[in-house]
């Protein structure tokens, strides 16, 4: 598994998370998935994500997006 493909899983089980608690705990839980959504859009601007630096201290491969 390349570090491209370990961000994009991870955001996606961090959305479907984050609308799970929403239904069922509290509503307050959509922030995390508007912060997910917006942390996706700047690093698709910038390159830089934090996730990805901590995938990569756990060993994941780099990957085309993120070096």
């Known amino acids: 598994m390349n570090l491209d493909r370990f961000i ?3 955001a996606g089980v961090m959305v479907l998370l984050s609308l799970a ?12 998935t508007a912060f997910v959504g ?3 859009l700047q690093s698709s601007i910038t390159g ?14 780099p990957g085309q ?3």
């Open 65 to 67: 997006a993120f070096r």
């Open 21 to 32: 608690l929403g239904t069922w705990v509290h509503q307050y839980w959509y922030f995390l």
């Open 8 to 10: 994009l899983g991870f």
């Open 38 to 40: 917006l942390n996706l």
């Open 48 to 61: 830089f994500c934090p996730a990805a630096l901590v995938a990569r201290k756990l060993g994941v491969g």
